[in-house]
């Protein structure tokens, strides 16, 4: 009974000031939790499973989802994600968060006493699987909210969806997944189609903080492939062939000018890298042909097609003047992550709600990507870095994610939690009346 008179004044008292009450009337909710949600953490870390292969994680996911007594829990979406609704009583605009679930082909060592000895095939070998970007913590979190929303349903305005997103690092090769794939079975569709969405990531910050940047945050990611076609000839007689290797040598240096000479850097940073690059078999001979693979990082969808068109016309014309021909194919991972400038400043109130005033930091640019783009593309959306180091580790003193070392501190879990909870919750409230 305490817990809803307590969610009826959080909904009803206006912007700003139901925080704090709403602080004091769920504390014993968010303890009880705290627990349940190490436990669920620890589970998925010892059981990490890779991008579209989420099976285990999917079916706790689901008999969690399923004894909260939701409106209705889908499985299967996009391969292995699972979508719960839950209708509050009162109406009001429908709200997503959403929680990645995949792990990475990384051998984990951490030392933890749940560290994973989980293998798994990734694109035809077998590799090890470790949590090693944090989903494991993201998807303990996501259930953590569920349950805290789901109890105090009754005195809920609106609907709140809950997104359990497979392949967010990417789907093996030759399938597709991740957001992007639940957008197309219609996750942001029908009846009850989400208006806002949150989401957030386990981050090498103090632990506890939450970090946002206004407007773009995340870089948009595009995977960039080049062949460069020459003719094959003695090593000793170059002249005689089309050296492809000399050719893409000049390429490589010439794409770094791409950011520093041709495109308007006030509007943003860009990134080109060249990762991969084969050709040849020997020392005398001139190969035919080379090919490298890139990836190509930017802050703005007006830079980033320009950079594109720029690329294609640098990498060809370079070719032709010394006599091979390059082809260029772009590949897209995901467009730009950032916060809404307006629902932040919105939610800016729940945000030091959750975290404490103090914890709430604006962040750098991050050069890493997230598909959770494809989502704002259609739904105004806050994406929010939450701090997981070490007590007394500051940024960029631990390592990052993707490392074998990779560490989630469980004392942050339950700000994500209130995180979580708080912008479903206010964010009904604000926009029903
Ligand atoms: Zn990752
Ligand atoms: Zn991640």
Redesign the pocket.
């Known amino acids: 009974m305490q817990r809803v008179i307590s969610v009826l004044f959080f909904l009803t008292v206006p912007l700003g000031s139901y925080a704090q009450d709403a602080k004091l009337k769920l504390d014993a909710a968010f303890d009880a939790i705290e627990p349940k949600v190490i436990g669920w953490r620890r589970d998925f870390h010892e059981h990490p499973e890779l991008s579209n292969r989420e099976f285990r994680t999917a079916e706790k996911v689901a008999e969690h989802l399923k004894s909260l007594d939701l409106d209705s829990v889908e499985t299967n979406v996009a391969h292995t994600g699972v979508v719960g609704t839950l209708k509050g009583a009162k109406p009001g605009p429908t709200v997503a968060l959403r929680a990645d679930m995949d792990a ?1 082909p990384v051998k984990e060592r951490t030392g933890l006493p749940f560290a994973s000895k989980a293998k798994g095939e990734f694109n035809g070998q077998e590799v090890d699987v470790m949590h ?4 494991d913590t993201h998807t303990a979190i996501l259930m953590g909210a569920a349950e805290i929303l789901a109890a105090n349903r009754d005195r809920l305005a609106g609907t709140v969806k809950f997104f359990f997103q497979p392949a ?2 990417g789907a093996p090769v030759g399938e597709e997944g991740g957001a992007a794939l639940m957008i197309d079975e219609g996750v942001l569709d029908g009846p009850d189609a989400p208006q806002a969405i949150f989401g957030l ?1 386990a981050w090498p910050v103090p632990a506890g903080t939450i970090n946002y940047r206004p407007g773009s945050f995340m870089a948009a990611s595009d995977t960039l492939y080049i062949t460069v076609r020459g003719r094959q000839a003695h090593g000793s007689a170059p002249w005689m062939g089309v050296d492809p290797i000399f050719v893409s040598s000049q390429i490589v240096t010439a794409l770094q000018g791409i950011p520093g000479r041709q495109l308007d850097i006030t509007k943003g940073p860009a990134v080109i890298t060249i990762g991969s690059m084969h050709g040849g078999v020997r020392g005398n001979i001139i190969p035919d042909e080379v090919e490298m693979m890139g990836t190509i990082r930017t802050f703005d969808e007006g830079v980033r097609e320009e950079l594109h068109a720029k690329l294609k016309r640098t990498v060809t014309l370079i070719a032709e003047a010394g006599g091979a021909e390059a082809t260029v194919a772009i590949d897209s991972y995901s467009p730009v992550t950032g916060n809404d400038p307006e629902l932040l400043r919105q939610m800016m109130p729940t945000l030091a709600w959750a975290a404490g005033e103090d914890n709430v930091v604006e962040h750098p640019l991050i050069t ?1 990507a997230e598909d959770f783009a494809h989502f704002q593309q259609r739904i105004p959306g806050l994406y929010l870095m939450l701090g997981i180091n070490k007590n007394g580790v500051g940024r960029g003193q631990a390592p990052s ?2 490392s074998p070392r990779f560490f989630g501190n469980e004392d942050a879990l339950i700000v994500g939690v209130r995180t979580m909870v708080g912008l479903a919750l206010d964010y009904a409230a604000q926009t029903s009346d």
């Open positions: 990475l090693a970007c944090g989903h967010e690092e990531h890493g994610n993707h």
